[in-house]
């Protein structure tokens, strides 16, 4: 049974910084592209960030290029959100994904269209950013 649980989410100021994680369990997953997804209220799901199985490739969103960072360690079934520079625009619920490995990129890139290649869901961490 597949498995995504995210944690880290939190209130924070614009300017700060915070750090998702989402651990796997259930399948293989050095073997998996994983993802980041957001779904700011009355908006639809889409891609912000995705990485290959060994970590050497990675694509962002352009909204988040420069200040988000996703990395990922295979020894503990664990992929990761940096955040940096969060503005209120950041305000979402953050999903982790399983994606079809050959769209990887396309999960990161393709704005709302992204969601059609995810195989798992988590249930997602709210992230808030607000003075």
């Known amino acids: 049974q597949v498995r995504l649980v995210e944690s880290g989410g939190g209130s924070v100021q614009p300017g700060g910084s915070l750090r998702l994680s989402c651990v796997a369990s259930?399948?293989?997953?050095?073997?998996?592209?994983m993802a980041w997804f957001r779904q700011a209220p009355g908006n639809v799901r889409e891609g912000v960030a995705s990485?290959?199985?060994?970590?050497?490739?990675?694509y962002y969103a352009d909204s988040v290029k420069g200040r988000f960072s996703i990395s990922r360690d295979n020894a503990k079934n664990t992929v990761y959100l940096q955040m940096n520079s969060l503005t209120p625009e950041d305000t979402a619920m953050y999903y982790c994904?399983?994606?079809?490995?050959?769209?990887?990129?396309?999960?990161?890139?393709?704005?709302?269209?992204?969601?059609?290649?995810?195989?798992?869901w988590g249930e997602g961490t709210l992230v808030t950013i607000s003075s």
């Open positions: 994904a399983k994606v079809t490995f050959p769209a990887c990129k396309w999960a990161a890139v393709s704005g709302t269209k992204g969601a059609a290649v995810v195989d798992y």
């Open positions: 259930g399948y293989t997953f050095g073997s998996s592209c």
């Open positions: 990485i290959f199985t060994g970590g050497g490739s990675t």
